[in-house]
């Protein structure tokens, strides 16, 4: 074995040469050498002296580079212009054949310089085929570590991952396409700690790891990276801007040509590649958002989603459009909020501890919330929101108070409103009484508590007041036929509980000059995709002509009571109940029905009073006296089971009941025969009724 410095070495190699007149060829083949950075081992060196300077080619069995953890076989090296002096050797025109790191054998040129003191080796390679593109390389090597720089194009990013993992510095397996044109270094120290850096401009990019929970799609943009080991960790910044192609971060999805994305990493940290810890993070897209802070993450090999183990969220003037479809609507899937119409801006912060929100304090501007499925919207929502987290209490935080421009509530017309509120956990307390007009009135809501919202215990309670407001606005947004009048009543303590409101007591309201009231009042999954609502609903002393002016039914004088036994709705239709509608107990008010009002009845009924109307001396008759009026549904299954004010006997259509008693002369009965109707076929001759002007007879 041999120990020699290399300078040395080749200066007594030449020495027996240095004053000959023809060319000298000197041969030299050793079994090993010994640097205090690199070893090498079968060696065979030729070198030519020559009038003009010496060149030489030096083959090696293997190369040992201890501190890089490199070994190479089987390396050529030719040098077309040898330098030589007692304190360095300089090889330009190299050409260099040999087994590169992640890039296989292949010959390519550079140059190579060596100092003697302090022993450092200055090299360059040109052409260096890797990862489908062309590399340049330049750097250094001595005690202190090694330098590199280098610079590509054309570079496959499918391949550059495989590198960067065959070097444990990669993120793991990824899947992954595009090209990149790229600079960079890399160092070591003495220790072998190793430093990075990389700037990339990035052409129809792609990534996405086994699990989907990061993917980037055709994104083109720049790239840049500092980074070094500290310890077993790594430390770095990252920033990234693309303008095309799409990228998801599990729950956060852009679309880069629509809104341009530029994402700063500062102060970021990982031991694993799996967990990551970032001191400062920004976020900018366009101006549809902008966010920063701090955040710590895992993303964990395989299948499993990311976590964001905590997190601090600035957000400054940013789009609720942008973050509801890039981040909140993946989380509300489901839900319903899960299809939302947004606008308007947001401003504040927000903390993340485990995938959860633990706080957050936010300034809303012009926000509007539209249910697609038209169940509800706010429009024109501004002002603060407080929320101390989920182990906070309403009171833990300052008042939240939001005003609205306008709203509606399943087809209901809201008008604007403020209010202020106690958030905490998941707890609402109305602080101050809130008035939202409506329908021509107001709902007064003096008292709302919601406690456990969104959990299977929830519960909440309402104390409230309905000023008159118009009952056409009411019934059209149920769906029923248009009534006039007003509907004005009190609304004693609501409370919800198992996913249910429950009135506790009697909803009293005043109506068409009588009163109604509806006991035991239950909404199954008010805010669920079919409501169910059940209850039982008492009207006394109706004025009758007010009811039918409302419903241009034709006029009807007198007075109207009835009961709605077992009233079961779906989605705010009934599907059950017991209805019956008679003439008031006792009422002394003229009793008169219109000849259009007698038709009407009949159609309903399937008797055949609008065709003795229509001949005969009764034509000549606009009004006639009745004694009762009676008419019952007993609906099940779709189908009501009608009956009247009584029986009437058999007639020519068979056996009947009266629906309108007549008395005095002229007289005329309205009997029905039709003993089962399909209740929607029902509602739609109410409703043609009530539209048309002509009377309608079946």
């Not at 919202?453 to 019934?475: I, K, S, W």
Request: charged share 20%; proline share 4%; with cysteine.
């Amino acid at each position: 074995m041999v120990q020699i410095r290399p300078v040395a070495f080749l200066l007594a190699l030449l020495a027996v040469a240095v004053h000959a007149a023809d060319p000298v060829v000197v041969a030299f083949r050793a079994e090993r050498v010994d640097a205090p950075d690199w070893r090498v081992a079968d060696i065979d060196a030729t070198i030519e002296l020559h009038e003009g300077g010496q060149r030489g080619r030096v083959r090696i069995g293997r190369v040992e580079l201890p501190g890089a953890e490199l070994e190479f076989s089987d390396t050529v090296i030719d040098c077309a212009e040898i330098l030589l002096s007692r304190t360095w050797l300089r090889c330009h025109d190299a050409t260099l054949t040999l087994d590169f790191p992640v890039a296989g054998r292949q010959t390519v040129t550079g140059r190579f310089d060596y100092e003697r003191e302090p022993g450092i080796l200055h090299f360059a390679l040109q052409q260096l085929a890797l990862a489908g593109g062309r590399v340049a390389l330049e750097g250094r090597t001595g005690d202190f570590g090694t330098e590199l720089e280098w610079s590509g194009a054309g570079l496959a990013i499918a391949e550059l991952v495989a590198i960067a993992n065959s070097l444990d510095l990669g993120p793991g397996e990824l899947a992954a396409g595009g090209s990149a044109d790229a600079r960079g270094s890399l160092r070591t120290d003495s220790t072998g700690q190793l430093a990075l850096s990389l700037d990339a401009s990035l052409a129809e990019a792609s990534v996405a790891n086994d699990a989907g929970t990061v993917v980037a799609e055709a994104v083109t943009g720049t790239l840049r990276l500092n980074a070094e080991q500290a310890g077993e960790a790594w430390q770095f910044d990252l920033s990234l801007a693309a303008d095309r192609g799409e990228a998801y971060v599990e729950p956060v999805y852009a679309n880069l040509a629509e809104h341009p994305l530029a994402i700063e990493l500062g102060r970021a940290r990982t031991a694993d590649f799996a967990r990551y810890e970032f001191g400062r993070f920004a976020l900018t897209q366009g101006d549809q958002a902008e966010l920063a802070g701090t955040a710590r993450i895992h993303l964990p090999p395989g299948e499993e989603p990311l976590r964001v183990e905590a997190a601090r969220i600035e957000i400054s003037d940013t789009a609720v459009e942008t973050l509801y479809t890039n981040l909140l609507q993946i989380a509300f899937a489901g839900t319903v909020l899960g299809d939302l119409e947004t606008a308007g801006r947001v401003s504040g912060e927000v903390t993340i501890e485990n995938d959860a929100p633990m706080s957050a304090d936010l300034e809303l501007d012009g926000v509007i919330l539209d249910d697609r499925r038209r169940r509800f919207a706010i429009y024109g929502l501004g002002g603060s929101l407080h929320w101390p987290g989920p182990a906070g209490a309403p009171g833990d935080a300052p008042p939240s108070r939001l005003a609205w421009d306008s709203g509606n509530a399943q087809g209901i017309l809201l008008g604007g409103a403020s209010a202020a509120l106690a958030l905490g956990g998941d707890d609402l307390v109305l602080l101050e009484s809130l008035r939202v007009p409506t329908m021509g009135g107001a709902l007064l809501v003096n008292r709302l508590e919601i406690h456990d919202y969104g959990r299977d215990d929830a519960r909440g309670l309402l104390d409230a007041e309905l000023e008159p407001v118009q009952l056409g606005q009411l019934t059209g947004a149920f769906g029923w036929p248009a009534f006039s009048g007003s509907l004005s009543g009190r609304l004693p303590l609501l409370t919800y509980e198992g996913n249910a409101m429950t009135v506790g007591g009697r909803l009293t309201a005043r109506a068409f000059d009588g009163d109604i009231e509806l006991a035991n009042l239950r909404i199954a999954q008010p805010f669920g995709r079919v409501p169910r609502l059940s209850g039982d609903l008492t009207f006394r002393s109706l004025d009758l002509e007010r009811v039918t002016n409302t419903f241009s039914f034709g006029l009807i004088q007198g007075r109207l009571s009835g009961e709605v036994a077992g009233l079961e709705a779906e989605n705010w239709r009934p599907v059950a109940m017991d209805a019956r509608l008679y003439s008031t107990p006792g009422d002394r008010t003229p009793r008169r029905i219109s000849q259009r009002a007698v038709e009407n009845l009949a159609s309903v009924g399937g008797g055949g009073a609008g065709a003795v109307l229509s001949t005969g001396f009764l034509k000549f008759f606009e009004v006639f006296a009745y004694e009762e009026i009676g008419l019952r549904c007993v609906l099940a299954n779709g189908v009501c089971r009608m009956s009247g004010a009584g029986p009437a006997g058999e007639g020519a259509l068979g056996r009947g009941y009266y629906i309108v008693k007549g008395r005095g002369i002229p007289r005329i009965d309205v009997i029905g025969y039709r003993e089962r109707v399909g209740w929607n076929a029902l509602l739609q001759q109410l409703s043609a009724i009530t539209r048309d002007s002509t009377p309608v007879v079946n």
